[in-house]
């Protein structure tokens, strides 16, 4: 039974218990406590708290998993994964241990068609209500049945609070041929592996695991019971197909040929299944490279901080591993990610999509990597070198991570090139400094996230939206808050005071039942406006929404308004019609940069404000002139076309057929509004998206690029005028062009070939001095020869120069070239600070002089610094009154090293 065959019956069962089928949701969660989506239900968190309400009471999903705590045991064990799938079906406050049990043995009956003799089930040890379900509704034997702590029979929370419970697990015992065990309980090998484990979900946990496992404590209760559901499909593959390990089953065995196939063309003949080190090279090669290329294509990219950090080193130790193991010394890696598509393109289309992309990107890290590599190496070699030199026998865990973290040369490599010198690293001392490190690292992240109170707001309803149709509607005021704004990391009003009444100038956030402005999502600004009533007014500054859909209008009090008085909304409509045109733009912008740059081009961030805007997209290199400029002529073909907007909700499953694409940073409900240029869906652009738009893509005007950059590995920004905006950009670009031709006294059509003349006259100026100063040198060398001075049988040229930097280095160089044992010590001031610079010529050098030594010395003496090799050196100082002494301590650190 292949990988892809459960995947789907496993869907197809709990469609028929009338669950909710989605899609994964990506890699990057929507959760600041956690860098990766790392279990099946970490997207259903708000549900399981009750913040938010389901699509549906009972869910099922096949999610994608990343999970990075276990990287050193990938490729080594039969099981462990960094990228994994997980099969999860979910109880919202629906059913719960009966038929989560019920169902869960069913499947595992049926639909993967196994002899219930074969199958054992785990408790936790005090859950007394699930083993009575499987003995007495089930009907599994109680010697079936075994009992398990928290360690093993506790599932979650996920990061450092949350949701959590007991678990229950269904075991397949594949025979005494993988193991003489005669119990999950006893077993300590690959004799019963976990198919199923059940988690009801009933507690709402403030501490870890770890800490809930030390004070033992139970939490509070979640307001509703839930299921949650985690079967790991390449588990079930693995034990399914009768195989050792993951790496053999049909979902990771492509992968792993791949990479055999890569080394063999490279000359390397692998051991696979012999040879342990080799083995689990390519196991951890397949695996890595399988989890990057999904990262990527979900968004993510390898970098310096957070989950981008993570992902980085586990492209290094794929590479480290080819390397070291392989002989794979050129970038390998992204090739593999090719093999990742072929396996995968029919379940998940974003890898195939997304393949360039990521290829390019993790072969620009890798070839990042070969360079540190060669940067670092040298450098970590410096460490040993000095550690040897002191008696020293192991590197100490802070200069370890110091090697690190500054040259980026990875721990494992630290150990085996000290090994090779028969010296040790601290290991522990390491991983200690670099947890304080990280620590350090995700308190800065969290700084100013804390629990500052209670929703201000919990009593009041939704606002309902009108603004799609119009930009004035009554509404009534249902709260006034004095003082308060939006807890950014919670997304709920939790400071400020409630009031009854509002007085004239007071700043408050009003909340209406029902509202024409649009409040900031999606990257489009809130609207501004007035709100009206008998007595006063509140004139908006910002519309914003918190996390359970109520409008917060942002402004100060003209008059009094009190809570409950009907009032009028009116949108500056203006101001919106501006923003309107940004907005639309950025969709065609986005069809046009992955028109021009292939279909991996995704939304990464926007900002859309009044005619302008900014759009972040996945890119892995600049985009050059000739690219913005076919992007920017693309946009403004589809304004003049004037294209018809058909935007209109549809299902979730709708507006997939329709080939929607999904902008970043917006959660979508089973109905979308489905935003389409042109009457063709798919043709143009199709965007599901929660904005205000125009009518017809001629209300734009023009678009004009004016920025293209990067923020981040991987992801480029642009940014975009439209409208009048953009108007009066050309407007100004043509007056600095006149301008120009006006200061260059040539019509505007010539300026270019002006500027190039005038360039070939600086040319030829700048190498007419360089001569000169070439003349000047040569003719002060003639003339210094004469006045060196003997330093223990060395001709010394110790002597303040008119020079300039370049010109007395110049002096030194040519002074020594006439004179092969001499020395020359110049100084130079310029701007009142020194530049001090020694020459010292082969003969010199083998008599013990040492220049750097030298100009140090000197360097002191005019309140500066600096030093270099033994034949040169250069250094400054601060106080040019200072020269002369200056030279002097030099020549007097000269005399003492020739004695």
Partial sequence: MTGDVIRQRFLDFFAAQDHLVLASAKLLPDDPTTYFTTAGMQPFVPYFLGNEAPPSRRIATCQKCLRADDLDEVGYTARHLTYFEMLGNFSFGDYFKKEAIAWGWEFVRQGLELDPELLWVSVYENDDEAAEIWANHVGVRRERIVRFGMADNWWGPVGNCGPCGPCSEIFLDRGPAWGGAASPVEDDGDRYVELWNLVFQQYNSTMSKKELMACRQVPDPLPAPGIDTGAGLERIAAAMQGVSTVFESDLLRPVCEAVLAHAAAHGTTVAYGADREQTAAVNRIADHARALTFAICDGMFPSNKAGGYVLRQVLRRAARFGRLRLGLREPFVWQIAAAVADRYEAAYPEVRAGLAAAQALIRQEEERFGETLNYGIPKLEAELHDLQDRGATQLSGDRAFMVYETYGVPIEVQVDVAAERGLSVDLEGFEAARTNRESVAIAKDFEGHGDFGD???AAQPKT????????????????????GSLDAARNIVSAGQLVELASDGQEVLLVLDRSPFYAESGGQVGDQGVITAAGGSLTVSDTRKDKNGRWLHHGRIVG?????ASVTATVDTSRRNRIKRAHTATHLLHAALRGRLGQHVAQAGSQVDEDWLRFDFSHFSALGAADLQAVEEHVNELILGNHAMRIGEHSLDEARGLGALMFFGEKYGQVVRVVNVGEQYGALSTELCGGTHVQRTGDIGHLRLVAEGSVGSGVRRVEALTGQRAVQYAREQE???????????APVGEVVERIAALNAQVRELEREAEALRAQSVAN?????????????GLPVLAQVSELDVDGVKALADDLCARLPAGVALLGTAAGGKVMLVCKAGEAAVARGVHCGEVVKAAAQAAGGGGGGKPSFAQAGGRDASKLGEAIEAGLAKLRTQVG
């Avoid at 309902?464 to 003082?483: I, K």
């Fill in 780 to 792: 002060q060398v003639s003339g210094l020869v004469g006045k060196t001075v003997d330093v223990a």
């Fill in 560 to 564: 009094s308004l009190p809570v409950g």
């Fill in 464 to 483: 309902v939206f009108l603004g799609y149709e119009v930009d004035t509607a009554p509404a009534e005021v249902l709260a006034l808050v004095v003082g």
């Fill in 735 to 745: 007056a600095r062009l006149r301008e120009a031709a006006s200061q260059l006294r």
């Fill in 455 to 457: 929703d201000l707001l």
